[in-house]
Nanobody
């Protein structure tokens, strides 16, 4: 069974940077751990979950409008981890950040989330 665990959240000041990690466990192998896509999403209090960045197996990246130019998705196959680098953080970036994997078009796996709080 594949599981995702996010870490790296915390309290930062506006303008600072943060890197989140998504650790992947279970039976995985191949390009992008065998998934057809992965991504980071976030959910602020009282708001719907929204896209931060998604990546398909062919490398196509899609960014949320509010974070475009400030986030970077990367991964390390040997460590079975993917990362979300966030720069120039703003108070409106405060949210719970989730890692998602898509083993197939019909399947989604989510992590439990990690809280990011940005103070002004």
């Amino acid at each position: 069974r594949v599981q995702l665990v996010e870490s790296g959240g915390g309290l930062v000041q506006a303008g600072e940077s943060l890197r989140l990690t998504c650790s992947i466990s279970g039976s995985i192998k191949g390009i992008m751990f065998g998934f057809i896509g992965m991504g980071w999403y976030r959910q602020a209090p009282g708001k719907q979950r929204e896209l931060v960045v998604s990546v398909s197996r062919d490398g196509t990246r899609t960014y949320g409008e509010s974070v475009k130019g400030r986030v970077t998705f990367s991964g390390d196959n040997d460590k079975k981890e993917v990362y979300l680098q966030m720069d120039d953080l703003k108070p409106e970036d405060t949210a719970v950040y989730y890692c998602k994997a898509r083993p197939s078009l019909r399947q989604e796996i989510w992590g439990q989330g990690t809280q990011v709080t940005v103070s002004s």
